[in-house]
């Protein structure tokens, strides 16, 4: 039986801006009665040019913003923040990770610090149970033991996006955004972030939401598509059918107008460096 974890019904989210001395007050409408199911273990990307709302829509979804209207259900329950109080339980479900790892960490924070302080916040763990916890995660993603106490300045932005992966996943979340979460790596970088992202849905049955505007990274990791235009949806479904026949004229001209870099070349290439003898 197909799981919906999160699911958004009508989704609506309006700006009220003042006018100022001589202007007039005017409503923006960012998000306009968007539906959306997530299914466990499955990605669905949100794709769209800058100010078409798909991270307006990405904060509703990770419960920083409530929606003006509309229904926002996860694990089949309503979830309201203007209305209801956040449970420890509910901020757990959900985590983000975003574009800028370096920005969203705390540079004045050892990693260690970072990964444990969610455990110290939202949950009973012991000192020692989150020390442990937290250098478990640190292997998941890829580093070492002796980065626990660094700082994240000397990290690079691989590295960093690592950490703040590393981050999100400390509370077991059942959902996680994923907003533009490798547009400010290099390409070599954003093929190994990816495949993280895959191993990690992979080992614990996560569900992403991933947000961005690079469809070659879209291509690569998403199962389903929707696009986004002026906070409308204009079109969604798997993603070879969308990428195959595109049917909405926005969608055929945001492909045609987005230069495309093959991510599976480039892991590819990478496969093919590693396996080279020293």
């Known amino acids: ?10 989704i609506t989210r309006d700006y009220h801006m003042g ?4 202007g007039k007050a005017r409503t923006v409408h960012a998000v306009r009665g968007v539906d959306f199911a997530v299914e466990r273990g ?3 990307a949100i794709v769209g040019e800058s100010g078409c709302g798909k991270s307006t829509l990405a904060r ?23 209305r209801q109080k956040m449970t420890k339980a509910l901020r757990s479900t959900v985590q983000i990770v975003f574009q800028n790892p370096y920005g969203s960490l705390n540079p004045r924070q050892k990693v260690g610090d ?3 302080e969610p455990l110290l916040l939202n949950t009973d763990a012991s000192a020692s149970e989150r020390r442990d916890r937290a250098m478990a995660m640190l292997t998941k993603v890829g580093l070492l033991p002796e980065h626990f106490n660094r700082y994240p300045h000397m990290f690079s932005g691989g590295q960093r996006q690592r950490i703040a992966i590393a981050r999100a996943l400390m509370l077991n979340p059942k959902l996680l955004v994923l907003d533009e979460p490798v547009s400010a790596l290099d390409l070599s970088v954003q093929a190994q972030v990816l495949n993280l992202l895959a191993d990690l849905q992979d ?9 961005s505007h ?8 998403a199962d389903d598509v929707m696009v986004m235009f002026k906070g409308e949806v204009v079109e969604r479904g798997s993603r070879d059918a969308v990428f195959s026949a595109p049917q909405h004229p926005y969608t055929r001209t945001l492909f045609a107008a987005t230069p495309v870099t093959d991510v599976a070349a480039i892991r590819a290439r990478l496969a093919r460096k590693a396996a080279q003898p020293a």
Do not use: C, N, W
């Open 60 to 82: 509703i979804i990770t419960l920083i913003d409530p929606a003006t209207s509309g229904q926002l259900l996860i694990e089949g329950k309503p979830v309201d923040i203007a």
């Open 42 to 44: 499955k990605t669905l």
């Open 1 to 10: 039986m197909t799981e919906i974890v999160i699911e958004g019904r009508a």
């Open 19 to 22: 006018g100022g001395l001589f």
């Open 114 to 116: 970072v990964l444990m």
């Open 214 to 221: 690079d469809l070659s990274v879209v291509r690569y990791i």
């Open 203 to 211: 080992e614990f049955d996560l569900t992403y939401v991933f947000i």
